[in-house]
Nanobody, 124 residues
Framework: VQLQASGGGLVQAGGSLRLSCQAS?????MGWFRRAPGKEREFVAA????????YYADSVKGRATISRDHPENTVYLQMNSLRPEDTAVYYC?????????????????????WGQGTQVTVSS
């Protein structure tokens, strides 16, 4: 499986973006992470294979929505009320197909395949 992330760009604070992650094959539990300049990569959101369970970092909770479209093998991350601190490269990743807890899905170790990232820049 290969992942292609898109949808990043330059947006003013308070604006919105929808990131997409297109997979070349069947996917599993999926996650979004981000790396801001000079910082470690951090968890943003995750969604289980069925879409029943969704998990968010506290920093984006209430502003982000992760969703998936199974026929299109695509996972989305809708980000609203963007802040300058949301500026980062956003990566999508594929996890396992089995049951993975919310705590596990918040960790990079749960994911085996990563996309190339898409840059999000939020201006103040």
């Amino acid at each position: 499986v290969q992942l292609q992330a898109s949808g990043g760009g330059l947006v003013q604070a308070g604006g919105s973006l929808r990131l997409s992650c297109q997979a070349s094959g069947r996917t599993a539990n999926m996650g979004w992470f981000r790396r801001a300049p000079g910082k470690e990569r951090e968890f943003v959101a995750a969604i289980t294979l069925t879409g029943r369970n969704r998990y968010y970092a506290d920093s984006v909770k209430g502003r982000a929505t992760i969703s998936r479209d199974h026929p299109e093998n695509t996972v989305y991350l809708q980000m609203n009320s963007l802040r300058p601190e949301d500026t980062a490269v956003y990566y999508c990743a594929v996890g396992g197909t089995g049951v993975q807890s919310g705590n596990l899905l918040r960790a990079e170790a749960a994911y085996g395949i990563w996309g190339q990232g898409t840059q999000v820049t939020v201006s103040s």
